[in-house]
């Protein structure tokens, strides 16, 4: 009997948490603030932008947000995060990722106050994690970490496939796999569009996370019988629906299913818990930033 991990139930619970810890800083005189910054009109992203900020509200935490013209200058955005940076009612900042291609990317990673980096995007977060001396663990992986937690699915001594090696997943996923924490202390192996027979690498596995963004290419006969697969691929597909496309992963869930033992479903596996640990990060940083300790 294959178990299929409930995201949302799992994210509900983190945010519910979080939502406690939010309200003893108010008690504090702290109440956690989240800036976000959105450069574009693309819909995705405006999409993401406004899950984040209802899930604030829904969490006791203070939304701030703003929308820049995507024709503005980089200038204007990084003046932005200036703003943020010194505002001490934000404790978190984001910008929504992608921004427009005249913006460096990195220079906007780099702008951010890494004590406000709740993505874990910083360099010198990205450091801290790499040695293991972490400040706040990128949302997606954190999300995957708390879902093997809460399927009581040991990594210690295992192997594991990560399916990619992006920076906001793939790499951080591997670097938290392999330290020496809980839910680390994995034997790890980072796959990616070089891979040289990724099926081989795949079946050795006792654990695969698929995060490579195309649909549905880790099947049943990839799989190793009684491993767990983690589907981080969020993939639009035309389909005879309203919106005329569907979600699906990176793993075909019909035959995955049947040769593992536990796997999450798309949606509602990986996708919840990405927000759910950006409010987690920011109630973090509030508590760093006032020192106002809180049990998260
Ligand atoms: P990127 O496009 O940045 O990275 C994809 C990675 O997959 C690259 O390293 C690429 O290799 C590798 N890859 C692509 N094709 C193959 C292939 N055929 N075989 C092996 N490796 C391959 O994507 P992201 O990391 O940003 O996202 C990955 C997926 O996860 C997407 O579907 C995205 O929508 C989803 N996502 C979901 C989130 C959630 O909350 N659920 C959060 C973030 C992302 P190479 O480096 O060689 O190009």
Known sequence: MT?????????????ADVSDCAAHLADEGVTPGLATVLMSDDGASETYVSMKQRACEETGIEGIHR???????????????????????????????????????????????????????????VGRLVTGNTRYKPCTPHGIQKLLEAADIETEGKDAVV??????????MANLLVQKAPRGNATTTVCHSRTDDLAEKTRTA???????????????DM???????????????????????ELVGDVAFESASEKADVITPVPGGVGPMTIAMLMYNTVKAASLQSGVDVEL
Not at 74 to 93: K, M, S, W, Y
Not at 224 to 234: A, F
């Open 3 to 15: 178990t299929i991990i409930d995201g949302k139930e799992i994210a509900d619970r983190i945010r």
């Open 67 to 125: 929308v820049l013209d995507p024709e503005a200058s980089a200038e204007t955005l990084l003046r932005q995060i200036d703003d943020f940076n010194d505002d001490p009612r934000v404790h978190g900042i984001l910008v929504q990722m992608p921004v427009p291609d005249h913006v460096d990317s990195q220079a906007v990673l780099e702008r951010v106050d890494p004590m406000k980096d709740v993505d874990g995007f910083h360099p010198e977060n």
């Open 163 to 172: 399916v990619g090696r992006s920076d906001i997943v793939g790499k951080p």
């Open 206 to 220: 006792d654990i695969v996370i698929a995060a490579a963004g195309v649909p549905e290419m880790i099947t049943g």
């Open 223 to 245: 799989l190793s019988e009684g491993c767990t697969v983690i589907d981080v691929g969020v993939n639009r597909v035309d389909a005879e629906t309203e919106k005329g496309y």
